[in-house]
């Protein structure tokens, strides 16, 4: 029997609830499909932080090292812990130890899910630089608290990174409708996103299947909205990636329903996945999350594990759920409810 060992970190808010119930999804899928899911779980936190000083411990990459995979429920109290510190203390460190340089997230309307758009065909799949560019942390802050205070954040962008990200969205345009789009602001940005641009056109030279246009983020951004289904995959750089699949989340219908891989292609160390929404203190303990994100981005989690006929019927479980009406309008339905109707249309 197939095993797959898998690090949970369930994290802040609503983290808890949607990683238990996407976890119990993803070991029903397992037994199905006649493998095995050994889950460990990681208390790593804002309340860790808040009693060790340290949102994981000083080893916390090289025991996550051991793992196939890793489960992400939400990271993030800011009325306790400043999100800075928290992003900072784990998620990006864990990205960038394990090189998941390829952020991935599907954008696509679920069956009976209503979005803010006329639009109802689309497909695209958001692929953001994850390990560096504008969220490097290259910088530094001069003369703190005085009138001559100086802040300076600096973008990094190599060869090797910019390179391989696009590399990636070019093999997936291939994989899909073969049409790939590369977002700069080369227009003002005449360093960093024109090196983009410039290795965007070298690439597409060795990808003469793959139709390649290349936008401005403001003009992709309208483009989102107004044409989203003249869009295949989008590559973007850490920040531009960021907003633009927040924008994709909203005309998918929300976030409860945005899912990603942070993918480490060559399979050096492990991949995690995670839903797109934080954690949510509002709602917080009222048992309202919409856990359909945390399954998604968990059908993803199986899919890079080779577990490709589970993910397929996770995802097939889903869309019946949704068709049924069950987890389409946010708070209506309870996180037990709509885990329980998906567990339902597993069999």
Known sequence: MTHHRIALIPGDGIGRDVTAAAWSVLEKAAAIGKFRLEGTEFPWSCAF??????????????????????????IGWPAEVPDSVSLHGLLLPIRKAFVQYANIRPHRLLPGVQGPLKAEAFDIVCIRENTEGEYSGAGGRVHQGTADEVAVETSIFTRTGVERVLRFGFEQARLRRGKLASVTKSNAQKYSMVFWDE???????????????MYHIDAMAARMVMAPESLDVVVASNLFGDILTDLGAAIQGGLGFAASANINPD??????????????????HLGIANPIATIWSGAMMLDHLSETDAARRIMEALKRTTASGIGTVPGKDRTETITAAVLAALD
């Open 49 to 74: 932080y808040k009693q060790t000083g340290a949102m994981m411990p000083a080893d916390g990459i090289q025991i996550l090292r051991g793992f196939d995979a890793i489960l992400l429920g939400a």
């Open 267 to 284: 399979r050096s160390g492990p991949s995690m996945f995670e839903p797109v929404h934080g954690s949510a203190p509002d709602i917080a």
């Open 199 to 213: 290795i965007t056109r070298e690439l597409a030279a060795q990808y003469p299947d793959v139709e390649v246009t």
